[in-house]
């Protein structure tokens, strides 16, 4: 798991990220993206209440990249979260039986 600690906040040391990442992920072939077996799969993130919309969960992304650079970095997430994942730099895959499975964001 990461965690981010807020700097800025009135509260210090405050969590205002928490990620929780699973190392070398299962994922349905039908994705077609073969490298994803052995990068890192974000499979839960949340920002802190008051803290959204501020860059604190892209920030908690690029330092995982930074930690595991030249690793393929990708998200199953809810439809309720598609917009943040559509952000500049994400790939959307759609898997190959398309409305049986969710969307994939990654960046290789």
């Known amino acids: 798991m990461i ?4 700097s800025d906040s009135e ?8 990620l929780i990442v699973v190392d070398h992920p299962e994922l349905d072939a039908g994705y077609r993206v073969p490298e994803a077996a052995e ?8 920002v802190a209440d008051g803290h959204r919309r501020r860059g604190f ?7 995982l990249r ?17 917009a943040f994942w ?16 969710p969307p994939l964001f990654l960046k290789r």
């Open 3 to 6: 965690n981010i600690w807020s």
């Open 39 to 46: 990068g890192l799969e974000i499979d839960f993130m949340e």
């Open 66 to 82: 930074r930690q595991h650079s030249g690793r393929t970095v990708f998200a199953r997430p809810p439809e309720s979260e598609d």
């Open 11 to 18: 509260e210090s040391g405050e969590e205002v990220v928490r």
């Open 86 to 101: 559509q952000s500049p730099g994400w790939e959307h895959v759609r898997h190959a039986q398309d409305g049986d499975y």
């Open 57 to 63: 969960g892209t920030q908690a992304i690029e330092m």
